[in-house]
C-alpha cells in the first residue's frame, strides 16, 4: 500500500487520459444474465434507499450477474435514473471503453477518475454480502456521480439518502467511510474495469442501467501512479454544467 501526494499527478493524468482517449470507444456486444432470476442481488447485500438529485427510489447494492458463458460476477449501477432489466433470456450490452457517449453522456474525465478511484481505494474493504457495505458502496459511486456541492457526503448535498431506519444510516455511515478513503488517494488494490452500456430502443430510451464491473489485478509500483492519475485528481469535485 502507497501513498501519493498531489505533486505531479496532474502531468500524469494528461498523459494517461490522452492514452486512454487514443483507445476510442470500441464497444463488443455481450448479452447478461442474472445469476437467479428471481433475486437480482442471489442473496447478496442490498437496501431499500430514497436520494434526492436525481430522485428517486432504488434498491441499493451489488447486482449478481453473469455472461453468456455463465462466468459470474458483481456489477454496479452507474446510472440510477433506468432500471435494471435483465429479462430470463439475458440483454443486450455494449462494453465500451469511453462511458458512456450512447446513452447517458459521457463521463467527463474527473468523474470517471473518481469512479475509479473510489474502487482501488476502498472497494477492497468492503463486504459485498453485508447489507449496509454493499448498499453503502453503491450509495458512494452514486454520490461520486451525481453530487454538485463542494465535497461528498451522503448526509448532505444535493444528493442524500433520506430513507429512515437504523440499516439505512449503517449504509450512509459505510459510503462516507469510503468516500473518506477515496478522498485520501490511497490505492489499495488494482482493477481491471469492465463498463456495459445499454441498448436503446428506436426512439433512444435506454433497456436497461449502465453498469461497472472490476477484476482485481496485481499491479507493478511504477503503475500505480498512472492508475490513480488516470484522468484526474481522485476526490476532486466537478460541477453540474448549467
Known amino acids: 500500500m502507497r501513498v501519493f501526494g498531489k505533486a505531479g499527478i496532474a ?10 482517449m487514443a483507445t476510442g470507444a470500441a464497444a ?8 437467479n432470476n428471481g433475486d437480482t442481488f442471489n442473496g447478496g447485500g442490498n437496501l431499500h434507499v430514497n436520494v434526492a ?23 454496479w449501477c452507474l446510472d440510477i435514473m433506468n432500471d435494471l432489466a435483465i429479462p430470463a433470456g439475458g440483454q443486450q450490452y455494449n462494453t465500451t471503453t469511453a462511458p458512456f457517449t450512447n446513452t447517458t453522456g459521457a463521463l467527463d474525465p ?23 457495505q ?16 463542494a465535497s461528498f457526503d451522503l448526509t448532505a448535498g444535493t444528493f442524500s439518502q433520506s430513507k429512515s431506519g437504523s440499516a439505512q444510516d449503517d449504509a450512509e455511515a459505510a459510503a462516507n467511510s469510503y468516500l473518506a478513503l477515496l478522498a485520501g488517494g490511497v490505492v489499495t488494490q488494482g482493477y481491471n474495469f469492465t463498463y456495459y452500456e445499454s441498448g436503446t430502443t428506436g426512439t433512444g430510451d435506454q433497456l436497461s442501467q449502465n453498469l461497472v464491473s472490476v477484476a482485481p489485478v496485481p499491479l507493478p509500483a511504477a503503475a500505480w501512479m498512472l492508475g490513480l492519475g488516470l484522468a484526474g485528481l481522485y476526490g476532486a469535485r466537478r460541477r453540474r454544467k448549467a
Open 134 to 149: 454493499s448498499a453503502g458502496f453503491q450509495l458512494a459511486l452514486w454520490e461520486v456521480l451525481y453530487e454538485t456541492d
Open 53 to 75: 438529485s436525481p430522485t428517486a427510489n432504488a434498491m441499493a447494492g451489488g447486482f449478481r450477474l453473469k455472461d453468456g458463458d455463465d462466468n459470474a460476477f458483481v456489477a
Open 28 to 35: 463488443a456486444p455481450v448479452t447478461l444474465f442474472k445469476q
Open 11 to 20: 502531468a500524469a493524468s494528461t498523459l494517461a487520459f490522452a492514452a486512454f
Open 110 to 132: 474527473v468523474t470517471l477518475a473518481n469512479v475509479e478511484g473510489l474502487f482501488e481505494t476502498a472497494y477492497s474493504s468492503v463486504d459485498i454480502t453485508d447489507n449496509a
